[in-house]
DNA sequence: GTGAAAGCGCTAACAC
DNA sequence: GTGTTAGCGCTTTCAC
């Protein structure tokens, strides 16, 4: 910020006064304005390349036209794609977006949440760590912050998610659909509401069709949760199809099947959830249900610009793949 | 940013003058200070809950501490990982971390290094899609905003890499050392530095070896380009090994190989570069060359915010893994 | 050891 | 249509 060039320099360069300069600035009053004014007053700037200074904006404007995330882990593809949504329409908004990782600790979460407050941003797509601090969030509303919860929900704040509870119906139904019938399913953390909604789903599907689960077991959203729980629930019973909360897990699941002789989708289906890019490089490909995390941060960023505090629930997308083709497709 | 405490109803508040709290809050003079007075002032912020406006402190210390980063894709790996690295010296120093995804366009990444120049940034971690327009750099750096190029190499500009020469001449000669000879290499695209590098180390170890590469060739970071070209390859000639310039063509070797009947690692050696994480889901585990990101931005934040000039190569790591494990490794 | 005063660069009433 | 003026909230000489 070793800013030479300031705001007056351009004026008296052009013969006019500050204010007339940021009214070309800003668009204001651009009708009513003497045009080779207004000329003027751009020659000059790009001219003397002269910049405006941000601090300087947000400080007289008291706003910061800016947007913070603040997310578990921007190494995770599922956060940097909501990343990149929140980052386009701001960007496309003249706002400026600080990205903050927690690292999936609440400490690192409540420092960030902190610091947003001090850098004044104008709004929060905030993806917590499992239960967020709610009086932290409250000291961050009283101040005029928006908060919008991505991702997951949080009871009393508004929320963008995908429909897990539609998009594990869905598979399960698919499933059902495709003769299997004694499915197990691998479940996520009971902490995180998408691993319980994906759950819900299933669960849901199952009843409807009159099924009853094969085993419903909890793990975690890692490819070993996955292995070492199939491990377990096939040695113990036989199934048709596992399905797993997401793809990681899913790809563990296929992996002890083969380990244990078993073909896939030949003796075994499989499907998970989240469709992660490099599951292609898996064969057969994994059937999965595809979470659109771009389009999440996309209109939680459109939320905080305009204003809206409705919640949204955005819908999944069912992706077949070669993991669940062994049974009457065509009946 | 309705703000609404500023430093002087803390000064109020504890009946002192704004400058008094300032110095508390800046920690200076913190010894010449009276103790009690000190208590007070920490005692009423506390009280207040109050937080400092950053836009305020950046105007009149006339420096932001604020970092930018700019990538071409914050979704790849590799560059979330580079801005952690980035973002965890950063957050220690006090620093806000601005990120930038130019999405692999250099319009883009012109609109955002003109947008972290108004930001005031005091220095940038900027890798540049292909070779970046060194005039508007050099607008930059006569402003005073440092600029630090990452993971690839930019005359004139310092850098922090990895050492892809080095460690792709070490993967060669491991190759070479297990008894391949028939080695065929996948390159990137030649505008990349890092594919050069890559490229050269191979041959520089070939080289060395008195050997010849059964083939060289040209392709895309991507898994078609490595599946494509290692058709290519195999139908060609009788090939020992390939080693790809990064893990996906790798990975696309892989699928190549086996769609031709062949097996890895007995009839067909494969490595690759990068060492994603994800790799490990193949089998059998590919062998790779771990580049350290997260340690590349490190350093390059690092450099930004003291000031120093010099360049760094970083280190890689030669992971060994099952798709080279043919030949007389116990000779 | 602490306070008073000036000003960072900009915008927005309010004049004219 | 354009200029004048008064701060936004903070830091930092310079007094005392």
Excluded at 69 to 92: C, H, K, M, Q
Excluded at 184 to 203: H, I, N, Q
Excluded at 214 to 220: E, M, Y
């Amino acid at each position: 910020m070793e800013q030479r060039i300031s705001i007056r320099d351009v004026a008296a360069h052009a013969g006019v006064s500050p204010s007339t300069v940021s009214r070309v600035l800003n668009g204001q009053d651009a009708d009513h304005m003497r045009p080779e004014t207004k000329e003027r007053i751009l020659a000059t700037i790009k001219e003397l390349d002269y910049t405006p200074v941000r601090a300087a904006q947000r400080l007289r404007r008291r706003k910061t036209q800016a947007l913070g995330v603040l997310i578990p882990d921007i190494s995770n593809l599922y956060f940097s794609l909501l990343t990149r949504g929140v980052e386009s329409v701001a960007f496309t908004e003249g706002f400026s977006t600080l990205v903050c990782d927690s690292n999936h600790e609440t400490d690192r979460e409540s420092a960030y949440l902190d610091f947003l407050l001090s850098e004044g941003v104008d709004g929060i797509v905030f993806v917590p760590v499992g239960r967020p601090d709610l009086d932290l969030v409250q000291r961050l509303t009283d101040r005029g912050v928006r908060v919008i919860v991505a991702d997951r929900r949080v009871d009393g704040l508004t929320t963008v998610d995908a429909d897990n509870v539609g998009g594990s119906r869905d598979l399960a139904a698919y499933l059902l659909g495709l003769g299997y019938r004694e499915i197990a399913y691998l479940a996520g953390p009971e902490e995180v509401s998408t691993a319980e909604d994906r759950l819900a789903g299933f669960r849901g599907a199952m009843k409807t069709a009159g099924q009853t689960p094969a085993a419903v077991v909890r793990g975690q959203f890692t490819f070993q949760s996955g292995y070492d729980h199939a491990v377990t629930i096939l040695e113990r019973r036989a199934v048709d199809a596992i399905i797993a909360a997401n793809d990681l897990m899913a790809i563990g699941a296929i992996r002890a099947a083969e380990d244990r002789g078993l073909a896939v989708p030949d003796d075994l289906g499989v499907a998970g959830f989240d469709h992660v890019p490099w599951a292609a490089l898996v064969r057969p490909q994994l059937t999965t249900v595809e979470v659109p995390a771009y389009a999440i941060g996309q209109e939680a960023g459109r939320r905080l610009l305009d204003g809206s505090e409705d919640s949204l629930r955005l819908p999944t997308t069912l992706i077949p793949g070669g993991t669940c083709a062994r049974r009457r497709r065509t009946k």
